[in-house]
């Protein structure tokens, strides 16, 4: 059973940074592609990154594009994801996901199996 576990969340100002993690443990993690999702009160789940089982394709939002960075280690037991320049509308539980199946990242949540239980990134303005 595969299992993730992010950390890092907490409360920043606008403009500041943040870097999350997720740690992967169970079979075989490395052949999974990951995404980060995000989920603000009221709203649905949605993208964020992604990053193909290789770490060598990366994919994002367009709200985030240029100021999130998504990366994993060459083990494949950890996923990472550096947010910059932060804004109030970036507060939410930013979760990891993974799917055995994908090789490279995708933006549906319905494509991915494996969740972890969430951290909560607040940003004040």
């Known amino acids: 059973q595969v299992q993730l576990v992010e950390s890092g969340g907490g409360l920043v100002q606008a403009g500041g940074s943040l870097n999350l993690s997720c740690a992967v443990s169970?079979?075989?993690?490395?052949?999974?592609?990951m995404g980060w999702f995000r989920q603000a009160p009221g709203k649905e789940r949605e993208f964020a990154a992604g990053?193909?089982?290789?770490?060598?394709?990366?994919v994002y939002a367009d709200s985030v594009k240029g100021r999130f960075s998504i990366s994993r280690d060459t083990a494949g037991n950890t996923l990472y994801l550096i947010m910059n320049n932060l804004k109030p509308e970036d507060t939410a539980v930013y979760y990891c996901?993974?799917?055995?199946?994908?090789?490279?990242?995708?933006?549906?949540?319905?494509?991915?199996?494996?969740w972890g239980q969430g951290t909560q990134v607040t940003v004040s303005s």
């Open positions: 996901a993974a799917d055995p199946s994908l090789v490279v990242a995708r933006r549906s949540s319905r494509e991915y199996t494996y």
């Open positions: 990053v193909s089982w290789r770490g060598d394709s990366t």
């Open positions: 169970g079979p075989t993690p490395r052949i999974y592609a």
